[in-house]
C-alpha cells in the first residue's frame, strides 16, 4: 500500500532555511504521471498548496512563493525533498506530502509534521 | 491564479439530514481535450490529514461511502452528503488541479 511520512525539523528560527524530507513507499516516483506534492496548513486554517515534482523531475510551485521554494526528488531512495527559505512566524504550521497523479491528485497523504518558526 | 470560494464556511445540520457544499472557481477547470472538470473534494477531521472524497468532480474515490457525491462543471460545483452522519462532522476542502492546484477556504461541518 502508499505510505508517505514527513520527516525534518520542528522548530526553526527565523530567516533560516526550513528542509523537510518526505519518504515513501508502495509507488515509484520514476512512473509516468506520478507525482509528490507539499501542502502545508497553519494552525486552525485553511491548506495551502506550496508545490509539486512529477517523475520527469517537472516542477511547480505556488506563484507567492515561487522564490521561496526548492523540490527535489531521489527516486532511488524513495524521498522528495521541500526546501524554503527565509522563514517567518507566519510559516508556522503542519506541513504535508501527498502522492499525486493527474487523476486523482491528493489521494494518498502522509500524517504531516508540525513546524514551528520561533527564536 | 485560481481562486476556489466555498460557500458558507460553516454549516449545521441535523443527523440524516442533507448538507450541500457549493464550491465555486473564478476561471472554468473543465478540460476541453478530456471533458473533465479537474475538481477534487476532501474531508478532513481534527488532528488528521485531508482525505480524498471525490475527483474530477463527480468521481467518487475507493471506499467513501455513497451518501457522498459531487456535481456540477466549469465554474460551479456542489459537495453532497445525503444523509448526514455523526462520524461526517469535518471541515471539507474542494481544490482545483487544471493549473497549478488551489484550495477552497474550507466548509465546517457540524451537527445541528
Known amino acids: 500500500q502508499i505510505t508517505l511520512k514527513e520527516s525534518g525539523p520542528t522548530l526553526v528560527k527565523p530567516t533560516q532555511t526550513l528542509t523537510l524530507t518526505c519518504t515513501f513507499s508502495g509507488f515509484s516516483l520514476t512512473t509516468s504521471g506520478v507525482g509528490v506534492g507539499w501542502i502545508r496548513q497553519p494552525p486552525g486554517e485553511a491548506l495551502e498548496w506550496l508545490g509539486v515534482?512529477?517523475?520527469?523531475?517537472?516542477?511547480f510551485y505556488s506563484p507567492s512563493l515561487k522564490t521561496r521554494l526548492t523540490i527535489t526528488k531521489d527516486s532511488s531512495k524513495n524521498q522528495v525533498v521541500l526546501t524554503m527559505t527565509n522563514m517567518d512566524p507566519t510559516d508556522t504550521g503542519t506541513y504535508y506530502c501527498?502522492?499525486?497523479?493527474?487523476?486523482?491528485?491528493?489521494?494518498?497523504w502522509g500524517q504531516g509534521i508540525r513546524v514551528t518558526v520561533s527564536s | 491564479d485560481i481562486v476556489m470560494t466555498q460557500s458558507p464556511d460553516s454549516l449545521a445540520v441535523s443527523l440524516g439530514e442533507r448538507a450541500t457544499i457549493n464550491c465555486k472557481s473564478s476561471?472554468?477547470?473543465?478540460?476541453?481535450?478530456?471533458?473533465?472538470?479537474?475538481l477534487a473534494w476532501f474531508q478532513q477531521k481534527p488532528g488528521q490529514p485531508p482525505k480524498l472524497l471525490i475527483y474530477?468532480?463527480?468521481a467518487r474515490e475507493s471506499g467513501v461511502p455513497d451518501r457522498f457525491s459531487g456535481s456540477g462543471s466549469g465554474t460551479d460545483f456542489t459537495l453532497t452528503i445525503s444523509s448526514l452522519q455523526a462520524e461526517d462532522v469535518a471541515v471539507y476542502y474542494c481544490l482545483q488541479y487544471y493549473t497549478l492546484w488551489t484550495f477552497g477556504q474550507g466548509t465546517k461541518v457540524e451537527v445541528k
Open positions: 501527498a502522492h499525486t497523479t493527474a487523476i486523482t491528485s491528493g489521494d494518498y
Open positions: 515534482i512529477y517523475w520527469n523531475d517537472d516542477g
Open positions: 474530477w468532480a463527480s
Open positions: 476561471q472554468s477547470v473543465l478540460y476541453s481535450s478530456d471533458n473533465k472538470d479537474y
